[in-house]
Every structure is written in structure tokens, then in C-alpha cells.
């Protein structure tokens, strides 16, 4: 009772904390930029562009209080959900490592994959003229390149669709079978799971990845067209059909992973999956569905802001007590690995939501219920 107590005090201070500390960093930025060095008397461009740069907490802080006050009524639901997640992350901790092992292996994939892939820009010839050499890509650079950025996107869907295909698994022992005492045990559920995403179900796992690396590459290629032929008479087509591909992107990218989560929860193969994930999406679990949105959007703002504080604390220090005039670099590094730091975190709790969510549509489905935490925080009001 105790520790559901500084759950729920821990989670509502998060959520509050949120415009709090996006109004600290503006007025912060804002302040700190007229107060730069002046050499010949005026502002340096740097100083000029953190001005900018500071009204850009203020709209996520403000953003986020109009989220909050539309959903008012919702937010203590939203904060059971974050509670049970934490609950079940508690209850296995082999998550976080199954992830972060995961992690590893596609940073030191990416890292052999930029190797080749700057060897790539290496076919072609020199052409001579009378004033200079030009190095010419060759006829097959273009399709070479292709071929790697494609796979690239596809390992990427791999790995991904592995992490959320074993943590649902993890999920659903635990939702389902946590009061059974030979059934469920956490330190022995979570190699299991993953053997299980990487030989029975990595066939569901690939070809649910294969459609996500599809979209992103259609989205990729028509962003580059329409960057190449941004002055051409086709301009506002280009972009028309690039935006309509990216939205694309994001509903295959957002029925996919509920339908990897789903398998994983099952054991049935995709298309099966995603007919049955499909039949639960109706008015019983609606309300169940937007929660888990909501969930998912204050985690990732709340990471995004966390990640502005120490990349503008970082360039504010780099440009003001350190003098650099490379701020900038500096500012940016300090804001992308703290990002992807606090999303690796927010990550896994996003994918343990979401299972949490389809285990709860899946007890509406059969008229029971294995957990009241999740009856309560999903449920209609």
C-alpha cells in the first residue's frame, strides 16, 4: 500500500512537473540569451537563435497543458496506467535487459552498416575537363544504395518488432497466469519469450517489419524527390502525396505494432493476428484505447523536455562560460543522447502499455478478468 503510494505521488508530480519545467527552461533560454557576450556591442548569432530556439519548450509546456485540460477528467486513469505498468516492470525486471541488449545490437549493427555504406559512395569514376576533375557516381551507385538503406530499415523493424513481440509475452504471463505459482515465475518467463520471438514467431516478426520498411522507404524516397524538385511546377503534388505517405507510414507503423503485440500475446501468426487485434478495436474498448494514447503521449513529452533541459543547459554553458563558438555541436549532442536515454526507457513502458491494454481487451472479449488494476484503469467510466 505503501509503494502505491509513491507510485501514484511519483506519477502526478511527472504529469504536473511537465508545463512547470517546460515555463523554467523557456524563461531560463530566454533570459540567458540577452545576456551573452557582445564584442562590438551586438547579439551573437547564437544568442540570437537560443531566443528562438526557447519558445520551443514553451509550446510543447503549452501543448501539454491544453492536452491536460481537455482530458482533466482522464488524467487519474492515465497515472493508474503508468502505475500498473510500473507494477509489471517491477515484477520483471529482465525486461529492461532483454531491451537493452536488443539496443546493443542495433547500435553495433548501424555502426558496421555506416562502415559499408560510406564505401558505397565510392563507385564511380573521375571525369576530366579543362578546368577540374569531377568525381561521377556510377549507373549502379543508385540501386546499390537503395538496397542498403531498404535493409537497413528493415533489420531496424527486426529488432524492434523482437522487443515488442517478447515483452507482450512477458506481459500476458504475468497478466494472465502471475497466481498460478508453476506457471508463471519472472526470472524464468523472459528467455523463453525471447526464444520464442526469435524462432516461432520470427517469421510473423519479418514480414510484420517487411511492411513497416516498405512504407518508410516509399516515405524516404518521395522526401527526397520532393527536396530535388522543389522548384519544379510539380512541387505542391510532390509534397501532397509525400505527406499522404507518411501518414500512411504511421498507420501501418501503429496497427503493426498492436498486431506484433497481439501475436505475441497468442502465439498466432500475423494475419491472424491482425484480423483478431482488428475485432477488438470496437465502442467496448474505445475508451480503453485513448488512455493508452494519452499514456503514451505524456511519456514522450515528458522525455522530449527532459532532453531540451540538458541540451540548452549544455549550450548555454558552452557559448556563455566556455566561449565556444561551436555551442551549437555541443548543444545538440546534450540533447540527443539524454533523448534517447530517457526513450529507451519510455519505450518499454509504451510497449508494456500496450500489451497491458490488448490483455484487458482481450478479458472484455471473454467476459472475465484476470486483473482489476487494469479493469479499472482501461474500463468505460
Request: charged fraction near 15%; glycine fraction near 4%; charge should be positive.
Amino acid at each position: 500500500m505503501l509503494t502505491r503510494k509513491i507510485v501514484q505521488r511519483v506519477v502526478w508530480i511527472t504529469v504536473l512537473s511537465v508545463p512547470c519545467f517546460a515555463l523554467v527552461i523557456f524563461i531560463w533560454c530566454l533570459v540567458s540569451s540577452f545576456q551573452g557576450p557582445r564584442p562590438d556591442g551586438r547579439r551573437t548569432p547564437q544568442d540570437t537563435g537560443l531566443t528562438v530556439l526557447s519558445f520551443l519548450p514553451l509550446s510543447i509546456g503549452s501543448l501539454f497543458m491544453t492536452l491536460l485540460y481537455v482530458r482533466r477528467q482522464n488524467v487519474a486513469r492515465t497515472t493508474e496506467i503508468i502505475e500498473l505498468a510500473c507494477e509489471i516492470l517491477k515484477d520483471n525486471p529482465d525486461m529492461f535487459f532483454v531491451s537493452f541488449g536488443l539496443m546493443l545490437i542495433h547500435v553495433v549493427f548501424t555502426a558496421t552498416w555506416l562502415l559499408f555504406f560510406s564505401r558505397v559512395f565510392l563507385i564511380g569514376h573521375n571525369e576530366s575537363t579543362t578546368l577540374a576533375r569531377k568525381w561521377v557516381q556510377d549507373e549502379n551507385f543508385y540501386p546499390i544504395a537503395g538496397f542498403m538503406i531498404f535493409m537497413y530499415m528493415w533489420t531496424s523493424a527486426v529488432l524492434s518488432n523482437v522487443q515488442r513481440v517478447t515483452l507482450a509475452n512477458v506481459v500476458s504471463k504475468w497478466y494472465f497466469h502471475r497466481h498460478e505459482p508453476f506457471a508463471y515465475h519472472s526470472s524464468k518467463i523472459t528467455e523463453p519469450a525471447l526464444i520464442n520471438a526469435t524462432t516461432t514467431m520470427f517469421g510473423s516478426v519479418c514480414l510484420g517489419a517487411l511492411f513497416i520498411a516498405i512504407t518508410q522507404f516509399i516515405t524516404f524516397l518521395m522526401d527526397r524527390t520532393v527536396k530535388r524538385l522543389k522548384d519544379s511546377q510539380h512541387s505542391t503534388v510532390l509534397t501532397i502525396l509525400a505527406a499522404c505517405c507518411r501518414f500512411i507510414q504511421g498507420l501501418v507503423e501503429n496497427f503493426n505494432n498492436y498486431t506484433l503485440i497481439y501475436a505475441g500475446i497468442t502465439g498466432e501468426s500475423l494475419f491472424s493476428a491482425a484480423r483478431s487485434a482488428s475485432k477488438l478495436f470496437n465502442q467496448n474498448v474505445l475508451w480503453g484505447l485513448m488512455s493508452d494514447i494519452l499514456t503514451k503521449v505524456i511519456l514522450y513529452i515528458y522525455s522530449t523536455l527532459l532532453a531540451l533541459f540538458t541540451g540548452f543547459a549544455a549550450y548555454i554553458y558552452a557559448t556563455h562560460s566556455l566561449k565556444s563558438p561551436y555551442g551549437y555541436v555541443i548543444g545538440i549532442l546534450a540533447t540527443i543522447i539524454p533523448f534517447y536515454i530517457a526513450r529507451f526507457f519510455t519505450h518499454v513502458m509504451s510497449i508494456t502499455v500496450d500489451a497491458t491494454f490488448l490483455c484487458y481487451a482481450i478479458d472484455r472479449d471473454t467476459n472475465m478478468c484476470h486483473c482489476n488494476k487494469a479493469h479499472s484503469a482501461f474500463g468505460p467510466q
